[in-house]
């Protein structure tokens, strides 16, 4: 299973980005799917997560809100739509796949990931 994670940028305070995820070489339709960040010097932390079916979702106390974690199960992409973004969001942000369809917070959960791609918001 390959994920491809893009759509990362330059921004500035209170401007809106999507990332998006492309997933191939397996079932899109029943991962589970997350998004994570990695800020410079910090450890990598949850951001969002949705389940196989797309109804259900779960985010980050820091993001609630201003992102929105979905998915096309049609074509194998998973989205991060986010907005008023702050200079704390700056980050590399990477996609993961958890093979029992849910939407956990636990990176240990998530057998397949992808490479990040790079949001930096500027005040």
């Known amino acids: 299973v390959q994920l491809q994670a893009f759509g990362g940028g330059a921004v500035q305070t209170g401007d809106s980005l999507t990332l998006s995820c492309a997933v191939s070489g397996g079932t899109f339709s029943k991962y589970g799917m997350g998004w994570f960040r990695q800020a410079p010097g910090k450890e990598r932390e949850f951001v969002a997560a949705i389940a196989r079916s797309g109804g259900l979702t779960r985010y980050a106390d820091s993001v609630k809100g201003r992102f929105t974690i979905s998915r096309d199960n049609a074509k194998n992409t998973l989205y991060l739509q986010m907005g008023s973004l702050k200079p704390e969001d700056t980050a590399a942000y990477s996609c993961?796949?958890?093979?029992?369809?849910?939407?956990?917070?636990?990176?240990?959960?998530?057998?397949?990931w992808g490479q990040g791609t790079l949001v930096t918001v500027s005040s």
């Open positions: 993961a796949a958890d093979e029992r369809g849910l939407r956990s917070t636990l990176k240990s959960d998530y057998e397949y």
